[in-house]
């Protein structure tokens, strides 16, 4: 298989899974970055605020604005750090577990796919993916386009 041929595979990849977690954004009415904020609260637990725009490689204000309407919703809220009041914590509620389903059945529907293929390629396979991620990963920090330096 040549380079072109994976990079061609990545992106059919790439899109399916988009699509498929876009019909199931639309069903939720929720935005890709909300899903993603509240994918990552819900792993992590609390962060702040200023952390989370770094990650998602916003700007403080755009991250502002999207927990704002996540928070109207009550699928997630703000607490003041009690010795910093400057400092503002963000937590996924309850409520917003139920969104998590998403991530859940597209992990089940990938976990079926995946048990069709032998043990040794999947090792492989994820050598090879983990090792393209790094190095897409390493060329985005480097080239700190939004001039913010990315936390891992």
Known sequence: MTEEQVIGSLNNLAYEIMAYRERQLKTENISFSGMVLLSYLGKRGPQKL???AARMGQTKSSMTYLVDSLEARELLKREYDENDRRVTWVKATERSLSMFTI???FETIMEKA?????HKKLIAASEVIDSIAASINSERTRNDWNGRTEIR
């Open 114 to 118: 995946l048990s069709k293929i032998d």
């Open 103 to 105: 991530h859940d059945r």
């Open 50 to 52: 200023s952390v989370l």
